[in-house]
């Protein structure tokens, strides 16, 4: 297969397990979604000779690359808006969360969230794009024993902030759920 065919055939198989892999990251800015996929799959375009036989998570790296674009421009543009004074909040109009903001195993999302970026991102890996920890080594572009040692400190440093959101064992009646204890009856 040539070089060309070989880009066809990664993007027609991975074209949406990178939306999803960039969406998951963008928390919901639909909008930037499509111009980091794109850049993505321009970046793969350039470097097709480059394309590996498992493609997936040399994508996924080309992806963090170009997510850590993105949002360094949002950021700037963000800043410049606030420095124009322009924001919803300079004006008046703030966003109150309802009560159905508080979504199940939100608290997981809040543990996560407190984490280092790398720390987030070897745990998004495993977790929601289901790597190996091979294609996470090839994905963070380090070797197997580094993506291993990331991927063990990581899990150590989430079930601290777990910990620390849930000192104590959760119970039905808190935001960290767990199945309902059964109790016998005699």
Request: net charge neutral.
């Amino acid at each position: 297969m040539s070089n060309d065919e070989i880009f066809a055939a990664a993007y027609r198989e991975h074209y949406w397990a990178v939306s999803r892999y960039v969406a998951r990251r963008l928390d919901g800015r639909v909008d930037d979604v499509e111009e980091v996929v794109a850049e993505v799959f321009t970046v793969a375009w350039r470097r097709r000779a480059d394309l590996p036989a498992a493609a997936l998570p040399w994508l996924y790296g080309v992806a963090r690359n170009c997510l850590a674009n993105a949002v360094r421009g949002h950021g700037r543009r963000r800043r410049l808006v606030d420095r124009l004074g322009n924001d919803d909040t300079a004006h008046g109009r703030h966003i109150a969360a309802g009560p159905e903001a508080d979504t199940p195993g939100g608290w997981v999302h809040e543990a996560l969230a407190r984490l280092s970026a790398a720390d987030q991102e070897v745990l998004r890996l495993t977790a929601w794009e289901q790597l190996g920890i091979e294609e996470v080594a090839v994905a963070l572009g380090c070797g197997h024993r580094a993506a291993s040692m990331r991927l063990h400190r990581a899990r150590r440093r989430l079930r601290a902030e777990i910990d620390q959101l849930c000192p104590e064992p959760p119970i039905a009646e808190h935001s960290c759920m767990t199945a309902p204890k059964e109790h016998g009856h005699g």
